[in-house]
């Protein structure tokens, strides 16, 4: 049997797979399609520079199927992964990947997100969640509202920008408008979609001259915060209707 070593810093949101191994080998060896890991010189600079730059971080080794990968969510950035916004080790190593300054950021509104996302996924996994039939309707709007943003490598104008952080704040109006008109106080989506206005705060109340200011021809880090903290929220959303769906 077979496992993914990967080096994970949770400050940063960003995981480098380092390989696999497996788990009756002795002496164990990480190994990549190369060979050994520890052979390959592009994989041995990917990883002292991520020790290097994450000193003093929270950095953790672990394997897919240890129990930390279970935090590992889609604001992390795997370095080698599959997704548009994931570099090569080369890019890595190199600097060369579009998008770095985004993705390596702190994001204060995800991290916020984040954390209240945690208590109301173990609610909704173990039973104790609870809602009313009529959110169906409402979970439906909102689902259009926190779809993924584009790459953090993709370069957009003015015009993008301040639409972009619009539907940001649209999408925080119709969380305080479906909290305020919720049918059952004692369903968990109201404070839930309080809890997630009250996140996105800070980014709706930056001026729109403000966004535009330093950014180089990407999104603001402020809005590209925002819209992948939405995308958190709306995998949560997808997961309350496949529930309507099975209940129903």
Not at 35 to 56: I, M, N, Q, R
Request: glycine letters at 4%; charged letters at 25%; one cysteine or more.
């Amino acid at each position: 049997m077979s496992d993914v070593a990967s080096l994970i810093c949770w400050d940063c949101s960003l995981v480098l797979n380092l390989g696999w191994f497996t788990y009756s080998a002795v002496p164990r060896r990480i190994v990549t399609e190369s060979g050994t890991a520890a052979s390959d010189p592009v994989a041995t600079a990917a990883v002292w520079k991520f020790l290097a730059e994450h000193v003093y971080h929270r950095v953790e080794l672990a394997g897919e199927q240890s129990p930390p990968w279970d935090h590992i969510d889609e604001d992390f950035t795997e370095v080698d992964g599959d997704l548009a916004d994931s570099p090569t080790l080369t890019e890595y190593v190199d600097d060369t990947w579009e998008g770095r300054h985004l993705l390596l950021q702190p994001r204060p509104v995800c991290a916020a997100v984040r954390a209240l996302l945690a208590p109301l996924e173990e609610a909704r996994e173990s039973g104790r969640w609870t809602s009313h039939p009529a959110e169906e309707a409402a979970v439906a709007e909102l689902l259009p509202l926190t779809r993924w943003p584009l790459s953090a490598g993709r370069r957009v104008d003015d015009t993008e920008v301040l639409a972009r952080a619009t539907a940001v704040g649209r999408a925080r109006a119709a969380f305080d408008r479906v909290a305020t008109s919720a049918c059952d106080h004692r369903s968990d989506l109201p404070a839930a979609l309080r809890a997630w206005s009250a996140a996105l705060a800070p980014t709706t109340d930056i001026p729109p001259q403000d966004l535009l200011k330093d950014r180089d021809g990407f999104m603001p880090i402020a809005v590209f915060d925002a819209e992948r903290a939405l995308g958190l929220i709306g995998k949560f959303l997808d997961d309350i209707a496949i529930d309507f769906s099975e209940s129903g």
